[in-house]
């Protein structure tokens, strides 16, 4: 059944995202405007490529969230043209968002854990999700939480770790199903300051072997302290790109 | 879908249903009330088809005559005609004796499609009603009625008919014969075993109806609560992929296992219902009940039947909403 709800044509997986060169992220005139006549995206144009690490940043209200639910194909462009990992959403049926989402892992500022199920079952859960066999289900969740150094509290409830341990699950869990690009919506948002450095260099450990980091935040020391390629929203607009180690503003 | 996968998610159903325990009990509860009125309909039913049936193979009438028992009673509508000295007159009766009787038992046997006449003098009607009916105390109602007025048992040709199809025409020509009074068939039983029956059918269908719909309702209400108590694992699934069907299925099964476990119940409380019943029914009724064995099987296949839909439908209404609607917007729940 999965299988045919996903049943990709072509024309929607414009490319694989293998080649270094090739963007993640395409964002060509792209504006979104809601029903209620909020004008949340205007004229957006961007070129995320793979392997880099982004921060998104932004006051509320800026549109960095309705920038990522497009990417994640939670709402659709009312103009413009959007590819993500060789996908492209403005074509893209619902009945395909499925296969889109599993080329990403989603970082969640609540961390968005499942209280009733352990450490081990809630990164397993992500697998389950996409249908992936028990035997690399066991293998590539002991991976993970070893990755991100929780190898020994795979039994653990949510509940018994700290703010920082349960963002290090999430992290896990976005990465378990080896993705090409992880979002990252406020990772440090919940977290005290020394933990969000830990985090942010956990997700800068995942970029260097290659996968693509977008991370929104409201952390301006986060930011200068790692130099990464800075896009700063202001009412729908773009208004500042910097390329990684330029200054912030 | 892999069957990993149906396994994985059949399991999360299941727990569901246990975790959501006190609405799977109310979902239940309602679901066995709509099966145990459909099971009684179709029993009620089967029991007056079957009823209708021996009624047919007992192709008997009996026509009572205008005998002189009558005198001593009255007709309804007449007054007891009596001679001058008070002594009935029994000139104004057709039938005085039981030669007169036998004759028009003979009249009877040549109308066709008249198998077999009996003759039943009035005593001996009057004996196969004690025995009927006082059993134990004969000797007392016999005494009763001789003391009071005597026999009030017209005496009876007992007919036996070929082909019930041809069953009003004949009792008409019966009726037509000089001597006869009144005719007593089971058609008059048969006709309102056939009222009642089809009138439980209409009400049946009716209730059934009703209690589908309100089965439905509470199914998806059921599925609903389950569903918010799982927006957090829903808004997970799809940030990592996961198709519709994946959602659904533990939401379906969750339904289904509401509807089976209701089937299974529905099932043994209609057995013990019936039970009761048809051990005080057979006392009056026989053996026309049918056993609860014969109706077991096909009972529990439509009980399992309703479930198994009312599970579906109610759970897949309530997810298709869900996924249409909040199901998408995992972002921000």
């Keep these: 059944m999965i299988e045919s709800e996903i049943n990709m044509s072509e024309s929607n997986i414009e490319n694989s995202v293998t080649a270094p060169e090739k963007p993640v992220i395409e964002f060509k005139g792209v504006s979104k405007r809601y029903a209620n006549g909020t004008h949340a995206l205007e004229d957006v144009n961007i070129t995320i490529n793979k392997g880099e690490f982004v921060f998104v940043v932004g006051s509320s209200g800026a549109g960095k969230s309705t920038f990522m639910k497009l990417i994640m194909r939670e709402e659709r462009a009312n103009t413009g043209i959007i590819r993500v990992n060789g996908f492209n959403l403005t074509k893209m049926k619902r009945k395909q968002v499925p296969m889109l989402r599993r080329t990403m892992g989603i970082i969640f500022q609540d961390f968005r854990l499942i209280p009733k199920m352990s450490v081990y079952d809630n990164v397993a859960f992500a697998m389950h999700v996409v249908g992936a066999p028990n035997r690399r289900i066991r293998k590539e969740v002991i991976n993970a939480l070893n990755a991100v150094g929780l190898g020994d509290k795979k039994n653990s409830m949510p509940n018994e770790l700290s703010g920082g341990e349960q963002q290090r699950v999430g992290i896990a869990r976005a990465l378990v199903n080896n993705p090409d690009l992880i979002i990252a919506d406020e990772p440090t948002g919940n977290v005290d300051p020394n933990m969000s450095f830990d985090i942010v260099s956990m997700l800068k450990s995942i970029n260097e072997m290659g996968t693509t980091v977008l991370m929104v935040t409201h952390d301006h020391e986060l930011v200068r302290e790692f130099k990464q390629r800075v896009i700063m929203l202001d009412s729908g607009r773009i208004i500042a790109d910097n390329v990684a180690g330029g200054d912030e503003e | ?333």
């Excluded at chain 2, 039938?95 to 005593?123: G, L, M, R, Y």
């Excluded at chain 2, 196969?128 to 009625?145: N, P, R």
């Design chain 2, 1 to 333: 879908m892999k069957s990993g996968d149906i396994s994985y998610l059949t399991k999360e159903g299941i727990k569901n249903t246990v975790a959501n325990r006190l609405m799977t009990i109310a979902s239940v509860g309602v679901l066995v009330a709509c099966m145990v009125v459909i099971g009684l309909a179709i029993l009620i039913s089967e029991n007056g088809d079957r009823a209708i049936k021996n009624l047919e193979k007992e192709n008997v009438v009996m026509a009572y005559m205008k005998d002189y028992s009558w005198a001593q009673y009255g007709e309804h509508d007449k007054p007891l005609k009596t001679g001058t000295n008070g002594e009935i007159d029994a000139s104004e009766y057709l039938i005085h004796n039981d030669e007169e009787a036998q004759d028009v038992c003979k009249n009877i046997e040549k109308i066709d499609n008249v198998q077999k006449v009996e003759f039943i003098s009035s005593e001996d009607g009057l004996k196969g009603l004690t025995k009927d009916m006082f059993a134990d105390q004969e000797q007392y109602f016999s005494s009763f009625l001789n003391e009071k007025h005597g026999n009030p048992l017209s005496c009876a040709a007992k007919v036996t008919m070929e082909n019930m199809e041809d069953f009003d025409k004949t009792l008409e020509k019966i009726q037509k014969i000089d001597g006869i009074d009144v005719i007593r068939s089971q058609a008059d039983s048969a006709k309102k075993i056939v009222a009642i029956k089809n009138a439980v059918k209409i009400a049946g269908a009716w209730i059934v109806a009703i209690l589908m719909i309100i089965s439905l309702v509470i199914v998806s209400n059921t599925i609903r609560i389950t569903m918010y108590n799982r927006k957090l694992e829903i808004s997970i699934m799809k940030a990592v992929g996961a198709t519709n069907s994946f959602v659904r299925l533990p939401f379906i099964v969750e339904g289904v296992t509401i509807g089976i476990i209701s089937a299974i119940i529905s099932e043994g409380l209609l057995y013990v219902c019936y039970r009761i019943v048809s051990e005080r029914l057979v006392e009056i009724l026989g053996n026309s009940i049918i056993p609860y064995s014969d109706v077991a099987l096909p009972l529990l296949g439509i009980f399992a039947g309703i479930g198994i839909v009312s599970g579906i439908i109610g759970s897949s209404i309530m997810i298709s909403k869900y996924l249409r609607k909040e199901g998408s917007e995992f972002a921000a729940i």
